[in-house]
């Protein structure tokens, strides 16, 4: 009998000691095996994320549209002596140039009623934060529906979070890279076939919610032209990362309900205006205050001065035309604002700090520039174009912007 207890004590003693040694092993392998795994998901979501900036994604969605048998519901940009079809989906009869004043903002409706909700995907959320892009689950608004009266577009929003628009744009999006990396391209593809397969299709927002936003460019008169104030977008950022784009550019959110006497498109545009070029961390505060909308567009002095060229004319703004993001989903007014005023435009180019969203001078391993003037003539947008290097959005906004300058004699210095 005491042989038999040794034994056994022996054999606890082993698997003691085993146990030990497994724990041990085990509790150094599964923090580096963890680490591995998510080494591993965010290279994969990084090779996605670099195919946006890149032309493959570009080129596929093109082709997509054109195997499909609507090339033509995709514009046509020509920037310098270069045209070719960009992947956003429109319609000549959405392009048309309309002036936005305080008093006259009818075009964009916030329907009210019963608020809907939608699927939020946490894991969506996560992968794209690993990546390093910020996500803010703030009040947003999304595009419910489009009709169009005698000739002017009117556009249907409603409100929801920011994560549930998110959660919409991510599926689009990764469906699309995960596409362009198989051999078998064009199969496979639930949300782009059923609901954005074409402008017909797209444009009844089966689907929500994908968000609207505007693509806005800048001019700035100087002498007898203009220069048009470009960026280089944030990796940061959830769309267009690392692209070269107009400012500012933003999705909509929602008028608060107070005493405020202007339009969502503009109220959003002055918002925009301060935080992208004047990196207001106040206005952020202010926001998320007690404070009503009203004090600060009349408390902070860089909205109070837009607000007053607005008024006066100094600073115009212009619809110029409205199209989807094909590999995003998002809806897009093309937005024109013009500074003929050169004391502000020199004052803008010695105060400018942008915030966040616009690239520092060094990232991805290269010295870009974060904010550029760039004369509306110059080939340095049509070589931006060519390289595949500007965002869908702006790309559709410039050249716009570009034909509207040269056929307005408004805009020759007179």
Known sequence: MQFIKAIFLRIDTVNLLLGAILGTVLSYLVPVLFKLMRHIRYQHLSRNRQLATGKAVYEWLVRYYERRGHLDDLFSCSLGEFT?????????????????????????????????????????????????????????????????????LRFHVRSCRYFEVATALIKLEEETFNAVRKRTKYRNLPIRDEFFGSREQASKFALKPYSIGCACVLAFQKGDSYEFLIQTRSSETITAGNMQAGIPQFGLVPLPRDDVKIGILTYNFVKEFCEELYNKEELDQL?????????????????????AMLQNGVVRLFYLGFGIDALSGTSTIALLGVVKESAFSESLRSNIQANWEVAKREFVGKVVEPLRFIDYHSSEMEKSFRNGELYYGSAFTISLATKYLNENVVFKGS
């Open 287 to 307: 926001m998320t205050s007690r404070r009503t909308a009203s004090f600060w567009l009349n408390t902070l002095p860089q909205a109070c001065e837009l607000l």
């Open 84 to 152: 070719d079809r960009i992947p956003m989906l429109t319609s000549k009869d959405w392009q048309y140039t309309k002036e936005i004043t305080l008093e006259e903002e009818r075009f964009i409706v916030h329907d009210f009623g019963v608020e809907k909700h939608f699927t939020v995907d946490k894991r969506l959320i996560a992968q794209r934060e690993l990546l390093g892009q910020k996500l803010f689950d703030d009040p947003t608004l999304y595009l419910d529906s489009l009709d169009q009266i005698s000739h002017t």
